[in-house]
């Protein structure tokens, strides 16, 4: 198993809780290995954001000159092996090939190597306070919950890096109308209703069906023409594939201008799903996937109990079982899709051998959700 590479990933979160970057974390043996690895997945490479590499316990050696990075990637330089001679060998190289550096696990009294600029800064907000003349733009990490973070931003920090958006967030109220209406539509979708009725109720919110639409024709869908009605949208995708996007609609349907880093984790973790899935089930159970990825914040996102949001809607029991008790045919695949959000990498890799996964199946499904959800552009 120690040729195995598998990368999780955290979000760096600014200021008005947006994912402006995505930090991959690379549990690798080697350098080499970590550099063989990422360049095997320069084609499903997100692009969208910044992307920050962190080699989790190696120490950055110039071995990584082997890696071709694309051009939104920053390497981080963690302040443990700040002093260590092979990385003060790499961090004048990384700077001639124009890659930008983050330090990590910054403190006040760390002598720092002279002439590097530090584009961004991570700081264990539990263990250090903010430094008053920081060497780049901080990030706090460490932080438990989204009361921590608002008090992170009170202090002076830039943004943060984790998953503290998961946590803090209240899920004891009732679907808003809006809401309702999506899953009114999601009913109707799901039952092969006529597009007749589908559309009355569309018109009575032209904002909804303008986001649909443009849901549709993003990147990510990948159409050959523009749609350009929900008629025409019947006629080209089919009732199943409208599901999968009135679900996205569903997803990001939250006013909560705290909402669109849950909105891109939920479609990362759908997308994932779909991917990873596709070996195991037949076609038409991939949107299905999709749909039990997405709605696994379902709650989150629209502050009601996910009980409650599923009893309005008719899905298929698997996602059902998924979502509410843990159980049947999807359940091993959202538990996967979570084990990627972390800085640990044992759970996801007993999860892969369990499922009889590969790593480089991981990553590559990992990068494509991930490049996927962003493109979608939320908030």
């Not at 009355?200 to 032209?206: I, S």
């Not at 303008?210 to 024709?217: A, G, S, V």
């Not at 790593?359 to 908030?379: C, P």
């Amino acid at each position: 198993m120690s040729n195995v590479v598998l990368i999780t990933r955290e979000p760096v979160i600014n200021k008005q809780h947006k994912i402006t970057a995505n930090r991959l974390v690379i549990h690798a043996a080697s350098v080499a290995q970590a550099v063989e690895a990422l360049n095997g997945l320069a084609d499903v490479w997100p692009t969208t954001h910044p992307v920050f590499i962190s080699l989790y316990k190696l120490v950055p050696t110039p071995d990584l000159l082997k890696w071709t990075p694309p051009a939104n990637a920053m390497v981080e330089i963690p302040t443990q092996s700040i002093a260590h001679p092979l990385t003060l060998a790499l961090i004048p190289q990384l700077q001639a090939a124009d890659i930008s550096l983050n330090l990590t696990w910054y403190r006040d009294d760390l002598p720092l190597p002279p002439d590097v600029q530090w584009r961004f800064v991570i700081i264990d907000a539990k263990r250090t306070a903010l430094p008053l003349a920081p060497p780049g733009l901080t990030l706090a990490w460490g932080l438990a919950d989204v009361p921590e973070f608002k008090g992170a931003i009170a202090q002076g920090y830039d943004g943060a890096s984790g998953w503290f958006f998961l946590r803090g967030v209240k899920t004891d109220g009732k679907l808003a109308p809006s809401h309702a209406q999506i899953v009114r539509l999601l009913n109707l979708v799901r039952r092969n209703a006529e597009v007749k009725e589908i559309e009355t109720v569309l018109k009575q919110d032209v904002a909804l069906s303008y986001k649909l639409l443009r849901y549709i024709n993003s990147a990510g869908f990948g159409l050959m023409c523009e749609i350009q009605s929900f008629r025409h949208a019947v006629s080209i995708l089919g009732y199943d594939k409208l599901n999968k996007w009135l679900s996205v609609l569903l997803v990001s349907a939250s006013r909560d201008p705290a909402a669109p880093a849950l909105m891109q984790t939920a479609i990362a973790r759908g997308r994932f799903m779909e991917q990873i899935g596709a070996a195991f089930f037949d076609k038409g159970e991939l949107d299905n996937l999709f749909i039990t990825g997405a709605f696994s914040m379902l709650h989150l996102l629209l502050g009601a109990s996910l009980q409650s949001a599923l009893d309005e809607m008719h899905l298929p029991m698997p996602i059902c079982d998924a979502l509410l008790t843990g159980d049947g045919v999807y359940a091993p695949f959202l538990k996967l899709a979570r084990a990627l959000e972390s800085f640990d990498d044992k759970p996801l890799a007993a999860l892969a051998k369990e499922l009889h996964i590969t790593s480089e199946q991981v990553n590559r499904a990992h990068l494509e959700a991930l490049a996927f959800a962003d493109s979608l552009q939320f908030g």
